[in-house]
């Protein structure tokens, strides 16, 4: 299967750079897989294609502000950093090097390591120093330990006190390359969803963006139940589809976490009839990952707890869990086009987004949705 196959033509100005005022006010595409319709609708009408005892599946993954902007100790050269992945690993502190950068630190310092992409890369090598935010008394500093897969650094963050307050002072919001403005305070929010919970994402759910507090509450109302399940979202949203046969490609791993009571309400779901709606393809790809099948009702069912996946789903791929997927419009070439092919025919997919750039749909992570059926 060819990569080229997954491309379509898309102007410029229909990547969204900003959300729309009301979250739920986004145009909505809605195609049917049954009839082939596609209906155009705005997002707050996704209510009336929920009934009672369906289930609404949501990643509460919450996004960090992962991109840094420092300087490098040795000669004061302008370094940014984004960070992808928390790893686990002993922290043993060079103290005499430490006190030689900062003899400000206290002797109670804390240590993260964590996997980052880095900019320029030819600039840090093992055993370089970045330092952030040194005009405050709350210093961060980075030591380069090793080299990455693709280009990115195994860095050990040298910081007082609690390592997300630190963050919140020198990071911002990790968005996406093709939203060419700074990121501002506003998407501190914006590019969250109102059910995000858990620190650890380094780009945002985005199909969860347009849901409300309010639409939340009338999906409860009308009987539907709602789901949470953890996906933190890495490296593999930035990468681009390098191959060109699709099973050349290989997904990063992410971690992911599901809870009992979260399998009980996907598990009841299924086995009552109800129908499972996925929002986002990470949501997606972790109940794909972790579905067993059961022999008793002969069906596959939702396992809790804990891991990771580097699941790959493109045509040919059949779901377990998921009857519809409520998603944004993704990359041409993209890993999601493809997620998304696996669930409806290709041609027909291509031929929506096609029908969406004539309608003049906003795409991508602040563009409008679609809701496959």
């Not at 997954?6 to 959300?19: N, S, V, W």
């Not at 990643?59 to 984004?82: C, H, M, Q």
């Not at 305070?185 to 380094?202: C, F, L, N, R, W």
């Amino acid at each position: 299967m060819k990569v080229i196959d997954f491309d379509y033509e898309l102007p410029e100005e229909l990547i969204a750079q900003k959300p729309v005022k009301d979250r739920d006010s986004c145009r909505l595409m809605v195609l049917d897989r049954e009839t082939g319709s596609v209906s155009h609708r705005h997002f707050y009408d996704v209510l009336d294609y929920l009934n009672p005892g369906d289930c609404l599946l949501m990643n509460d993954s919450r996004v960090i502000p992962a991109r840094l902007y420092g300087t490098k100790a040795e000669t004061g050269a302008n370094i940014e950093f984004l960070l992808i992945k928390r790893l686990d690993g002993e922290f043993a502190c060079d103290a005499a090097a430490d006190d030689a950068l900062d003899s400000a630190f206290s002797n109670d310092k804390q240590g993260e390591i964590w996997e980052t992409m880095v900019r320029p890369g030819r600039r840090l090598k093992i055993g370089d120093r970045v330092i952030f935010n040194e005009e405050d008394g709350h210093k961060l500093i980075a030591e380069i330990l090793d080299y990455g897969d693709d280009g990115t650094r195994k860095v050990r963050f040298t910081y007082d006190g609690i390592f997300m307050e630190r963050l919140e002072e020198v990071g911002s919001m990790p968005l996406p390359p093709y939203i060419e403005r700074p990121s501002t305070d506003e998407d501190k929010e914006d590019y969250q969803t109102v059910y995000s919970k858990i620190d650890g994402s380094v780009a945002a759910p985005t199909a969860g963006l347009h849901f409300t507090d309010e639409l939340l509450a009338k999906a409860e109302e009308k009987g539907v139940r709602l789901a949470y399940l953890t996906l933190h979202v890495g490296i593999g949203t930035f990468r681009p589809v390098k191959s060109d046969t699709v099973e050349d490609h290989h997904m990063h791993f992410e971690e992911y976490t599901i809870s009992e009571e979260t399998a009980k309400i996907v598990n009841d779901t299924i086995l009552s009839g109800g129908r499972v709606f996925s929002v986002g393809t990470t949501s997606t790809r972790t109940v794909e990952s972790a579905a067993e099948f059961d022999e008793a009702s002969g069906k596959y069912l939702l396992k809790a707890g804990s891991g990771s996946t580097d699941i790959f789903i493109y045509p040919g791929y059949e779901f377990r869990i998921i009857d519809s997927l409520i998603t944004n419009f993704h990359l041409p070439k993209s890993t999601l086009i493809m997620l998304i092919s696996a669930l409806y025919d290709r041609e027909k997919i291509l031929a929506a987004y096609e029908e969406a750039v004539k309608e003049k749909y906003r795409f991508f992570s602040y563009g409008d949705a679609m809701l496959i059926l």
